[in-house]
């Protein structure tokens, strides 16, 4: 099985709460990407045309999630989770059980939820992937920068091969 990469596709730093093999309890921390996931809404009033106080809300596309990797996997956040087209994907996270402070602001989750699409190959890959967090052989900026670089080399053989072309 070769290394999953885990990327955060959100705005803020994702933090999660994971039980070390000797029972304690460590905080790994997915820094942003630069690359941000959302997906629109659109509120319709209930029954259409008439006065009320009751919407149904329509969820959009996800926008901005970079196109599926081999060993690649984004955190977002849970509307795009929850988006329809999303569950096509198998490459999706999102904090799940969040851990709130005194003011209410989110602090860690305890567990991220999956796309529905998610293979258990990758499922297992992710889950190597917080082992080796936790054991220090791995970080989650490590795993940006490579990221960051398999993005650019494929985006340089990407221009080599258009220029090729003329």
């Given at each position: 099985m070769s290394d999953i990469l885990i990327i955060n596709t959100t705005t803020h730093v994702v933090?999660?709460?994971?039980?070390?093999?000797?029972?304690?309890?460590?905080?790994?921390?997915?820094?942003?990407?630069?690359?941000?996931?959302?997906?629109?809404?659109?509120?319709?009033?209930?029954?259409?045309?008439?006065?009320?106080?009751?919407?149904?809300?329509?969820?959009?596309?996800?926008?901005?999630?970079?196109?599926?990797r081999p060993d690649v996997v984004f955190i977002t956040g849970t509307l795009v989770l929850s988006a329809p087209k999303a569950a096509e994907r198998g490459d999706l996270l999102a904090p799940y059980n969040l851990q709130r402070d005194a003011n209410g602001r989110p602090t860690h989750c305890l567990k991220f939820s999956v796309s529905e699409g998610m293979t258990l190959y990758t499922m297992r890959g992710v889950n190597a992937a917080l082992r080796a967090y936790l054991e220090g052989t791995r970080t989650p900026e490590g795993d940006l920068e490579r990221y960051r670089a398999l993005v650019a080399s494929q985006r340089g053989s990407d221009e080599d091969g258009a220029a090729g072309d003329n």
């Open positions: 933090n999660i709460l994971l039980d070390t093999p000797d029972g304690e309890k460590k905080l790994v921390a997915f820094p942003p990407s630069g690359v941000v996931a959302q997906v629109s809404t659109k509120t319709v009033s209930v029954p259409e045309g008439e006065p009320t106080a009751l919407v149904s809300i329509v969820m959009g596309d996800p926008e901005g999630l970079p196109d599926e």
